[in-house]
């Protein structure tokens, strides 16, 4: 399934057009909305009552008027129709159910390992969704759509993840297809690094047109936003840096079967290791935190070496693509100030000035709440575009 975040064209039916204008919750009266769509009043009227027939739009407190009667104003009806925002990580599933601006009504989370698979994960997701839907009083023909992200590659167009390297059993999984069948209504899947962007930007980075995502925890990788709009490459891999190789590195094996990944020396996995080799009592990125946290000077010194690494393959993408603040994300940052002091060292110093005048690299401000706030985000943007609003209009079942 294709982007439709940023639209262009409009559709025959005229009130997807009028419903894009409504769309940013701010209430208008027939005569705002008849100027500046260029269109008779009454023209207005009935596509006003097409939404309103969908529960989309409605009536709100009256306008201050100026004399005479005062104007009705319409505004969108942000908590009559909901999605559904999905994130699945390594260990988890957490749901969250929202409006149509992007309000938590209610989320829930559940420790699970995304190995199990993908019916027994995605089952705990449709239990969660349901349940969700069932405390706040709403049923299945209030939910619009429903976004996902996962902790691999995955083909957009088709919401199929494509050889995840920690997802054994969901290559090629018919992620959209399993949901669809419990929620009858459209479904989009991407990378967790993709929705984690979108959550971000939402969250804390609303003015921002061009920024850089990056999580590391497990895995490393990266979203990409340029001129407002998420860039996902041809075939949905863009801000894969993950497996790109450093300069400096010693021969580390990567999973991916190449050498001196950046995953393979960075990641809280690999940072564990290499103080595994030292002595210490590490398999997990939380061993690593707590070693830095009890201000043991090797792990301190593991963990600065990991964000200069970082800051290696961020100071090529700064030169790349101009990024105006990377935010950085992922259990690593909870190591504090030592592993972004060690990517801003690096990234500062090896990236072009002109690039780095104005950049600022920042700890993530959504934190845990980025993935489920951009799964709702991506599950939003479609539930709202025209197309979407056009099926629904023409009683159409959306895609």
């Not at 961020?314 to 690593?332: R, Y």
Request: negative net charge; contains cysteine.
């Amino acid at each position: 399934m294709n982007d439709i975040s940023n639209f262009s064209g409009l559709s025959g039916s005229g009130a997807s057009e009028l419903f894009q204008i409504l769309r940013d919750g701010r209430p208008r009266t027939r005569t705002e909305l008849a100027e500046q769509m260029g269109l008779a009043r009454s023209t207005i009227t009935l596509r006003i009552e097409a939404l309103m027939d969908l529960g989309l739009v409605g009536y709100v407190d009256d306008a201050i008027s100026t004399g005479g009667r005062p104007s009705t104003r319409i505004a969108l009806k942000a908590g009559s129709k909901v999605v559904l925002g999905i994130d699945i990580g390594a260990s988890h599933v957490r749901v969250a159910l929202t409006d149509l601006l992007g309000h938590r009504l209610k989320e829930d989370g559940q420790n699970i390992e995304v190995s199990q698979g993908p019916d027994t994960v995605l089952g705990v997701a449709v239990e969660l969704g349901k349940a969700l839907l069932e405390a706040t009083d709403h049923s299945l023909d209030d939910l619009l759509s429903v976004g996902v992200g996962i902790p691999g590659p995955v083909e957009y167009r088709t919401g199929r993840p494509f050889n995840p390297p920690i997802m054994p059993g969901w290559n090629n999984f018919d992620v959209p297809g399993l949901l669809k069948q419990h929620f009858n209504v459209p479904v989009l899947v991407d990378n967790d690094v993709n929705i984690m962007a979108l959550g971000e930007r939402n969250a804390s980075w609303p003015e921002v047109e061009d920024m850089l995502f990056v999580k590391i925890a497990t895995g490393i990788g990266s979203g990409i936003i340029s001129s407002g709009r998420l860039q996902r490459g041809a075939d949905g891999v863009a801000g894969d840096i993950g497996h790109i190789r450093i300069h400096n590195g010693t021969g580390t094996a990567c999973h991916c079967g190449n050498l001196d990944c950046l995953e393979a020396v960075a990641s809280g996995p690999a940072v564990a290791k290499k103080l595994r080799a030292l002595g210490h009592d590490a398999e997990t990125s939380e061993d690593v935190i707590k070693l830095v946290s009890s201000g043991n000077a090797e792990a301190v010194h593991a963990v600065r070496q990991a964000g200069r690494d970082v800051g290696e393959v961020l100071s090529a993408c700064v030169s790349l693509i101009n990024p105006s603040v990377i935010v950085i994300g992922g259990s690593m940052t909870r190591t504090g100030e030592h592993f972004i002091a060690g990517i801003r060292e690096v990234v500062y110093s090896r990236a072009i000035p002109v690039a780095t005048q104005h950049l600022r690299i920042v700890q993530s401000g959504a934190g845990l709440d980025a993935g489920v706030l951009g799964a709702s985000m991506l599950a939003i943007h479609h539930a709202m575009s025209p197309m979407h609003i056009d099926a629904l209009v023409n009683g159409l079942k959306p895609e």
